[in-house]
């Protein structure tokens, strides 16, 4: 007896496992179907949606810009990497340069490098005028940056105030007479003789190897304009009237000059003196 109610208990408990069992397989299978249903619309939503922002994010290039990355791609990539993203050991990023930099370095023949040195060195532009600017305008709408105003750059500028700016922010390096200077570490300030109306410009915007950026905030537009005409004006227009220039490099090699040519006719002046006594 004690037999047939245990038995008929087991089976009443595996009647009412039954269904909690299939209660609980329905509920995983709804949730794998519901996960399975989301993770679809997910990635209908994502294969609509996605190409709309990566159109966004990377705009095509114009025409400029394109013929400016054949010729990066060519002439430029080794050192700064395929996206200009920058090679350790070779080159940094331009990402955020601008075209400034690149109408100053490449326009001047600094770029590309001969080989690595502590300073890049003025040569004969390997560009032509309109390679550069393709240069440029890849870069700036690769990344951005500070960009040469078009059209005169010297419009409406003050030789006077240009003198006062220049003699400020620039005569430290560069000389009162523009000749340039030896600075630390191998580096050097260049000669402005050689340098163009946008050149001048593009340096004061991108700073390139020891010269400090001036920006808008520092120098004003109008007031770059002034140290521009000043430069290209009264510098480079200045016949010496004084007579030698001994490198136009300031009061020190004028010092210089003048001790030791007057201790020497000081010197020559007593020993004749002294002989005819």
């Known amino acids: 007896m004690t037999s047939d109610n245990d038995r008929r208990r087991g089976l009443l408990a595996r009647l009412r496992g039954r269904p909690a069992a299939r209660s609980r397989g329905r509920r995983r299978l709804g949730a794998a179907f519901r996960l399975i249903a989301a993770l679809t619309l997910a990635g209908g939503a994502y294969t609509v949606f996605a190409p709309g922002v990566q159109a966004q994010e990377n705009p095509p290039l114009t025409g400029a810009a394109a013929e400016g990355r054949a010729l990066f791609d060519v ?27 690149v109408e100053f ?31 440029g305008q890849y870069i700036q709408e690769l990344g951005g940056g500070p960009q040469v105003p078009q059209g005169n750059l010297r419009e409406g500028a003050n030789l006077a105030t240009g003198g006062e700016l220049f003699r400020i922010n620039c005569s430290q390096c560069h000389a009162f007479g523009g000749g340039g200077g030896a600075l630390s570490s191998g580096k050097y300030a260049p000669s402005l003789a050689p340098a163009s ?81």
Request: aromatic residues 6%; glycine residues 12%.
């Open 75 to 101: 002439s430029c990539v080794t050192c700064h990497g395929r996206n200009a993203q920058g090679v350790e050991g070779r080159g940094p990023s331009l990402i955020g340069v601008g075209s400034a930099s």
């Open 197 to 277: 109306d946008a050149q001048i410009y593009a340096a004061m915007l991108s700073g390139p190897q020891n010269m400090p950026v001036f920006g808008d905030n520092q120098i004003t537009p109008e007031q770059k304009a002034d140290i521009i005409a000043y430069i290209q004006e009264s510098l480079k227009a200045d016949q010496d009237q004084g007579g030698f220039n001994l490198g136009r490099y300031g009061p020190s090699t004028e010092g210089l000059a003048i001790f030791l040519v007057g201790i020497v006719a000081l010197v020559f002046t007593s020993l004749w003196i002294a002989g005819k006594s």
């Open 105 to 135: 370095q490449v326009g001047s023949g600094r770029m590309p490098m001969a080989r690595q040195e502590a300073q890049a060195m003025r040569k004969p532009p390997v560009f032509t005028d309109e390679q550069v600017r393709q240069l």
